[in-house]
């Protein structure tokens, strides 16, 4: 709506509408999410203006093509936070499995009438949910990088268990964009070089970022060069 340049009353409300169903659900939904975030830098903030940049207007998916969100959230100019939201967990998804083991424990049981069958289902179901939302399905993984300290990496699972892993300036070498070879083609993914403390040239292990939300080109392009802006200043 930026570029247009309605001519009257007529043009600016076909504009508005226009504009309005380009909004899909996804971005809705990207918002909504952010709100926590953007609450608690408000009240850190002690209702000051905050630093938190939302990308919604940018579209951002993984390379499924499924949409994810990109916040950042400026700390300092030494410290910044990246948050990349995943689609919640798919009721239909669940539904379908459920379904798929009910109908085939169903036929096991039509065939050989032993009822340990229904039973052994319903706890497969429910220990595959309890799995997967605990250990699988992460709904938020964050970047948060300091200059004068390290980076810190986090995910967020569907359980709302959280998993964190810090890493040393001083181990760190440089965080880089790779490519890799998936399903015939070729995908990006942002790592952090861990180096050798013996021979600093020399590069011992790489740590793959966002590794549940596997973000596309454009968004590990927006988080590298803020990562590199603060590498640079602390080098």
């Keep these: 709506m930026r570029y247009a340049r309605p001519k009257n009353a007529g043009d600016l409300k076909a504009t508005i509408r226009a504009t309005w169903a380009l909004i899909t659900p996804e971005q809705c939904h990207r918002l909504v999410d952010s709100m926590p975030r953007r609450i608690a830098a408000v009240i850190q903030a002690k209702g000051a203006p905050t630093n938190v940049i939302s990308m919604a207007e940018e579209e951002f998916t993984d390379i499924n093509g499924n949409s994810i969100s990109l916040d950042c959230q400026t700390h300092s100019d030494f410290c910044r936070e990246f948050t990349v939201t995943s689609p919640k967990l798919s009721l239909r998804k669940v539904m379908v499995y459920t379904c798929f083991v009910w109908l085939f424990a169903y036929a096991v049981f039509f065939f050989t009438e032993n009822t340990a069958v229904l039973s052994s289902a319903i706890i497969l ?32 699972y569907a359980s709302g268990r959280e998993s964190t892993i810090f890493i040393e300036m001083n181990k760190l070498k440089d965080i880089v964009i790779n490519e890799a070879v998936y399903m015939h083609s070729i995908i990006y993914y942002l790592c952090i070089l861990i180096k050798d403390p013996a021979d600093p040239e020399t590069v011992t292990s790489v740590v793959p970022l966002f590794q549940s939300s596997n973000p596309r080109l454009n968004c590990l392009v927006q988080v590298y060069r803020s990562c590199q802006e603060i590498l640079a200043q602390s080098r």
């Design 125 to 156: 179901t429910l220990a595959g949910m309890m799995i997967h939302i605990h250990f699988v399905k992460v709904d938020h993984e964050t970047l948060l990088i300091i200059g004068s300290l390290g980076v810190q990496l986090s995910s967020s």
